[in-house]
């Protein structure tokens, strides 16, 4: 099975990057937390990039 990735857009990844920083802070500084567990917050932030690898113009 062979997929056609083309790169994100920089709106995509900076939403990819600014939830991965959010995740991080979460496990850093335990008074910063969000609605879901830091893990979550993390595979939400692949996800988005992922999507944006595999979709063109995503």
């Given amino acids: 099975m062979k997929f056609k990735l083309s790169a994100p857009k920089n709106?995509?990844?900076l939403i990819a990057v600014i939830v991965a920083v959010a995740a991080l802070?979460?496990?850093v500084l335990p008074s910063?937390?969000?609605l879901f567990?830091?893990?979550w917050w993390?595979?939400?932030a692949f996800?988005?990039?992922a999507i944006g690898n595999?979709?063109?113009g995503a």
């Fill in 47 to 49: 996800a988005v990039l």
């Fill in 11 to 13: 709106i995509t990844f």
């Fill in 54 to 56: 595999l979709f063109k």
């Fill in 32 to 34: 910063f937390s969000l």
């Fill in 25 to 27: 802070l979460m496990v």
């Fill in 37 to 39: 567990a830091p893990v």
């Fill in 42 to 44: 993390a595979l939400i």
